[in-house]
């Protein structure tokens, strides 16, 4: 039922809006990329970037579908946002996990019920905490990842939080995949060390702009 294996890395392709390489056409080409250099899968957000990435490589497809306030469950909120992606080929369907408000007054484990009942396929929860972690395991996720930690509040850290990534493998009956701020591939393996079952890279990866400032920032 998961398509990834143990220790693997899945590549996320997503570029904003203010990015020259926004669009599904810029996304297809970096998923051939990923998956030419081994990529076990790719995450990817929206209907369009997921249909041309899917036309494009093999390989599995978290989708996401980012709508709404991002100062709130915007990650997959409703289950016709995971229609959506999942119609467009998904294989894997990532949702806000948080125990924030969600659209409504929904809950995760309708979401969840919903996914499952009408497609099949597995559903990934992107938690802050160990809490939430917790809840969306109950709640029915497949997978339980350590996405928003670190982006619900607060400063965002520099650094990944292996420390939630190994409190969820230490809890959880499911595979835990970590992912949020994975910069070095010393921080990807640090992250299966911890218990990870596959860790998602992005930025680091996929963006030009952040790994350029990365550079600059060491100039004297």
């Given at each position: 039922?998961?398509?990834?294996?143990?220790?693997?890395?899945?590549?996320?392709?997503?570029?904003?809006?203010?990015s020259p390489l926004h669009g599904p056409e810029?996304?297809?080409?970096?998923?051939?990329?990923?998956?030419?250099?081994?990529?076990?899968?790719?995450?990817?957000?929206?209907?369009?970037?997921?249909?041309?990435?899917r036309a494009a490589v093999d390989l599995p497809i978290i989708g996401i579908n980012k709508l709404g306030d991002r100062d709130g469950v915007f990650i997959t909120p409703t289950a016709a946002a995971a229609a959506a992606v999942i119609e467009a080929g998904a294989d894997v369907v990532a949702v806000d996990g948080t125990l924030r408000p969600r659209?409504?007054?929904?809950?995760?484990?309708?979401?969840?019920?919903?996914?499952?009942?009408?497609?099949?396929?597995?559903?990934?929860?992107?938690?802050?905490?160990?809490?939430a972690g917790l809840a969306a395991r109950a709640a029915g996720a497949d997978l339980v990842a350590s996405t928003l930690s670190g982006y619900t509040g607060g400063p965002v850290p520099p650094g990944p939080d292996l420390e939630l990534v190994a409190a969820l493998a230490g809890k959880l009956d499911c595979p835990v995949v970590a992912e949020g701020r994975y910069?070095?591939?010393?921080?990807?393996?640090?992250?299966?060390?911890?218990?990870?079952?596959?860790?998602?890279?992005?930025?680091a990866i996929t963006d030009p702009a952040l790994i350029t400032a990365r550079f600059l920032a060491a100039a004297p």
């Open positions: 039922m998961i398509p990834f294996p143990a220790g693997s890395l899945v590549v996320s392709c997503q570029a904003g809006r203010s810029q996304m297809a080409r970096m998923a051939r990329a990923a998956a030419a250099a081994g990529a076990a899968g790719i995450r990817a957000n929206g209907p369009a970037d997921v249909a041309a990435i659209p409504g007054g929904s809950t995760l484990a309708q979401l969840v019920a919903a996914v499952h009942d009408r497609f099949g396929v597995p559903v990934m929860a992107d938690v802050d905490s160990l809490e910069s070095t591939p010393e921080l990807f393996r640090a992250a299966l060390d911890a218990g990870a079952h596959t860790v998602v890279v992005g930025g």
